[in-house]
């Protein structure tokens, strides 16, 4: 087995809580690089070869790299890593804006490399369960999603994510792109949607809004409502923050909480056809506990935590087949094609079609 080389770009708290922890998992891998601007930040990562300026890293012998700093820096990163020929995991969300998404799907394609962006929430064994459900018929003809990422106002938001400049929108890019990729996971794609925005924070240095929500309609022609905040006290950050996708179809629903990470609310068959019955909890069947191939063992993490790690182990396996599968930066730029209408949308008032 061929040994790879991985080098971290930023090592805040995306590097250090989700991805060092992921490759340590997978065997004949190594974390041998890393680059902040911060010293300090690169120092607690315990990697051995540190640098300030990621073009050091890239010359330095990784075969990959993880672009784990701000938002705005993801665009030159990945255009420069994909020509000096570096399998690329790109964190979320790709972009300022699709324009930039667009040229860095370009970049990597042109170079060859595998790609991934980091929805790191596909993992989750529920969701991939509920989308077990949609895919094999089980909820029938999908009429309608309603989806939720709701957290309260907590200091995760100051910095650099409150800056349009810096982040490309509010709770939209931050947390809303993570709401977005689940929804075309599990649901379908979204052809168009009306967007309203609010900023309530008396905040005089943010520019961006911490309340979105939109009515979609999908490409299979069911009906969405989503609605992302960081207003809703109670609902915590981090990891007691709350999701929730619910899936309505014609013969049952399927309802996730990322509060419960191994179980899924649902209505099949008899309970889904009778009108009297509800929803009841079912465990998350043991093979969608982990990806196929992962050496994770399920009860060694906690159960909210643990499955991100299979991101990791995603990509390592897409660079040993040499085939990037999902979540690629193609689902990157559609994700970032969503939330680019809804940005319109909130300008104009008006419907905005998804770009194609
Ligand atoms: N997938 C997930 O679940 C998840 C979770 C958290 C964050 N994120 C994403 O990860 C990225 C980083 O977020 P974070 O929470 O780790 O932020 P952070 O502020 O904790 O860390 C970012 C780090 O990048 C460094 N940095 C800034 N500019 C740099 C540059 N040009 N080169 C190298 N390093 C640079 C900073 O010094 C800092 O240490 C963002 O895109 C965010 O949206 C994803």
Redesign the pocket.
């Known amino acids: 087995m061929k040994r790879i080389r991985i080098g971290l770009?930023?090592?805040?708290?995306?590097?250090?809580?989700?991805h060092l922890p992921g490759f340590q998992l997978c065997e004949g891998v190594e974390v041998t690089a890393v680059?902040?601007?911060?010293a300090k930040?690169a120092e607690a990562t315990g990697v051995a070869a540190r640098f300030?300026?990621?073009q050091e890293l890239l010359a330095s012998g990784v075969d990959a790299v993880v672009i784990?700093?701000?938002?705005h820096?993801?665009a030159e990163?990945v255009r420069e890593a994909a020509a000096a020929g570096k399998h690329i995991l790109c964190?979320?969300?790709l972009a300022l804006n699709l324009e930039e998404a667009r040229g860095m799907l370009e970049a990597v394609e042109q170079a060859g490399v595998v790609h991934m962006t980091?929805?790191?929430?596909q993992f989750t064994p529920a969701v991939n369960y509920l989308r077990h459900l949609v895919k094999s018929g089980a909820l029938g003809r999908i009429r309608s999603v309603r989806a939720a990422y709701l957290m309260a106002l907590s200091t995760h938001l100051l910095?650099?994510?409150s800056s349009r400049e810096f982040?490309g929108s509010g709770v939209l890019?931050?947390i809303g792109?993570?709401l977005i990729h689940l929804i075309r996971f599990t649901a379908g794609e979204i052809a168009g949607l009306t967007a309203a925005q609010r900023r309530f924070r008396e905040d005089p240095s943010s520019d961006v809004e911490d309340w979105i929500a939109f009515l979609a309609r999908l490409e299979e022609g069911a009906c969405g409502t989503v609605e992302i905040s960081r207003i809703c006290p109670g609902r915590g950050a981090g990891i007691t923050e709350e999701m929730f996708i619910e899936v309505y179809g014609s013969e049952g629903s399927g309802v996730f909480s990322l509060q419960d990470p191994c179980g899924l609310q649902v209505a099949l068959g008899e309970d889904g056809r009778n009108p009297e019955r509800g929803l009841t909890r079912r465990e998350v069947p043991a093979e969608f506990l982990k990806i196929e191939g992962s050496p994770r063992e399920v009860q060694a993490h906690p159960p909210r935590w643990g499955y991100?790690y299979d991101?990791a182990v995603q990509f390592v396996d897409s660079i040993r087949k040499g085939r990037a599968v999902t979540p690629t930066l193609h689902d990157g730029v559609r994700c970032q094609a969503v939330m680019q209408a809804a940005l319109e949308s909130c300008e104009t008032g008006r419907w905005a079609e998804v770009a194609g």
């Open positions: 770009i930023g090592a805040g708290s995306a590097a250090r809580g989700i680059c902040d601007r911060d930040a300030e300026d990621y784990a700093s701000p938002n820096t993801h990163i964190e979320k969300p980091a929805f790191t929430y910095g650099w994510r982040a890019a931050d792109s993570h991100r991101q």
